[in-house]
């Protein structure tokens, strides 16, 4: 499956085995893992598992995460998206789809969070047809609760995430 969406500053795009060496620059960063359970990956293979993982997403599901190039540098800057998530009882729920971004540091705090989530937001409700969308932060991500917020996401509840024990946030937007 191809997706390529363009923002005004940025295009997302389906991830590409080709991919690896910017994933693994994202998903080895301690930094971006700080509010992920503190688990940044050590290995290519940890990132190709990764990328081998969305590409069975598409394959399955229809859709997955995307690229994320900045238009000005040609740069990735991380991913964003879509998914549908099946593997965690998340909240209560076990089979939702839920938006999300994860972005090299140097692109922090430039709006691309925002930017690239709106576009998945109007991509999940206007071509999918979706009902609603959710989406969770680690309590203490206050840039990312931000952002959610900025996306037009509402904020629902806390919760603790057993199986990475971790206390994150609720959230969620319906398609009116």
């Not at 620059?25 to 990956?41: A, C, F, M, Q, T």
């Not at 969070?113 to 709106?118: M, P």
């Not at 937001?121 to 840039?143: H, P, R, S």
């Amino acid at each position: 499956m191809i997706f390529n969406i363009e923002t005004e500053r940025l295009i997302l795009r389906d991830m590409r085995l080709s991919d690896l060496d910017a994933m693994f620059e994202l998903d080895s960063d301690s930094e971006v893992h700080r509010y992920l359970g503190n688990k940044p990956i050590k290995t290519g293979v940890e990132a190709q598992n990764t990328i081998e993982s969305v590409l069975n997403q598409y394959e399955e599901r229809g859709i997955g995460r995307w690229i994320a190039i900045e238009k000005s540098s040609g740069l990735c800057i991380g991913w964003s998206g879509i998914r549908l998530n099946t593997e965690y009882n998340m909240n209560g729920f076990t089979e939702y789809y839920d938006v999300g971004y994860r972005l090299m540091k140097p692109f922090w705090g430039k709006g691309y969070a925002t930017e690239s989530g709106k576009a998945a937001v109007d991509y999940a409700f206007n071509i999918m047809k979706l009902t609603e969308l959710y989406a969770t932060t680690e309590i203490g991500n206050q840039a990312s609760h931000n952002a959610l917020l900025k996306i037009g996401l509402n904020y629902v509840e806390d919760f603790y995430f057993e199986d990475e024990k971790l206390n994150l946030r609720w959230y969620k937007i319906e398609n009116k």
